[in-house]
């Protein structure tokens, strides 16, 4: 039997999710804007750029005083997939 505290918190923890879903819904239609203004395939991973936001990442994640080896994971995981996304969404020009 789960306590009842925990039940509470799991359900902050729904609003939480549904609040990042938004979030991510939003991301995606800035990713499918920067799709539209790439003219090659080979555009598409940026590894300057992506080196620049993890350590932003980091750094952001240690003032916030947010562990920032979850905040890492989470950031190379959410890249991986969106360029994954922008693969699968890229159409030639």
Known sequence: MV???IL???KKLDILDN???DIIKK???LVNQVIQNKTFKKD???KKRISIILKNISKKSKTKKIDPKITKKIWKSMIGAFIDYEYRNFKKK
């Open 27 to 29: 991301r995606t239609n």
């Open 19 to 21: 609040e990042l879903l």
């Open 44 to 46: 598409i991973v940026d």
């Open 3 to 5: 306590n009842r505290n």
């Open 8 to 10: 509470k918190i799991r």
